[in-house]
């Protein structure tokens, strides 16, 4: 019997992190699920780490495809409308830097389960890449707080075309159903540096439906290298408004 729940992974220059990412999906307790890679014209062998990992694997179903139009949000809509192409009613996903913890997938289940279309989750400092100190591991909490509170009060996020407020659903934590995704016309095929594609998600939804909210035990371990690099103000005004434009995004 196919899989109907799909994770999908963007990954442009992955091949250092993905390996662990992957490592973190094989360990999850609810194992009936597909993962699709979307390589996003990578040049340092992403695909071929998904690929060597899938042979190692057997027991679990390990995809990758490319999407050449560089941007997170054009690879995770290819991904995601592949997914749905091939028999995926329940979509997930994540970043090929995050951990997830062994709940994941299951927690977006009950998620689901209990009524909601789309669900965020929360996310914590992964540990295992970088030294991270209990003042950093505060400053991410904070970080995704302020990054939430400012957001329900931009003015672009407000409106009467919004059936309920707004709610953080960060790309690195989120999943939909199939059906809502399609209903809300999806992610925007844009670049990172264009758009948060997970921003633009949100209000497509919130403009359809009410089902949609968070939940504290869908976990994910998320990397600290923007903020190791850019210094904490420049990555709250980075993720609050892009009003830091740094030379390099893509940080390796």
């Known amino acids: 019997m196919a899989n109907t729940l799909w994770v999908v992974i963007p990954a442009f220059n992955e091949a250092k992190w993905i390996g662990s990412t992957l490592a973190s999906l094989a360990g999850q307790r609810h194992a009936a699920f597909t993962v699709l890679v979307v390589d996003n014209a990578s040049t340092d062998g992403t695909a071929d780490v998904v690929r060597r990992f899938a042979d190692e694997h057997r027991g679990m179903d390990v995809r990758v495809i490319t999407e050449t139009q560089k941007g997170t949000g054009a690879a995770c809509d290819t991904g995601f409308r592949h997914a749905i192409a091939n028999g ?52 991410l909490a904070f970080l995704i707080h302020a990054g939430a509170l400012a957001a329900r009060f931009r003015r672009e996020h407000r409106g009467p075309q919004f059936l309920g ?88």
């Open 165 to 252: 407020p707004y709610v953080l659903c960060t790309g690195g934590n989120s999943a939909i159903t199939a059906d809502l995704y399609e209903r809300c016309g999806g992610y925007p095929r844009t670049s990172i540096e264009e758009d948060h594609e997970d921003r633009t998600l949100m209000n497509r939804v919130r403009q359809v439906t009410r089902a949609y909210g968070r939940r504290r035990d869908m976990v994910v371990y998320w990397s600290m290298r923007r903020t190791k690099a850019w210094g904490v103000r420049n990555t709250l005004n980075w993720y609050t408004d892009h009003s830091y434009r740094p030379e390099v995004v893509d940080v390796r």
């Open 88 to 139: 995926a009613t329940q979509l997930a996903r994540t970043d090929a830097d995050c951990l997830l913890h062994p709940q994941w997938t299951a927690a977006a289940l009950r998620a689901f389960a209990s009524g909601l279309e789309m669900v965020g989750g929360r996310l914590k400092a992964r540990t295992d890449d970088y030294p991270v100190t209990v003042w950093e591991k505060a400053v």
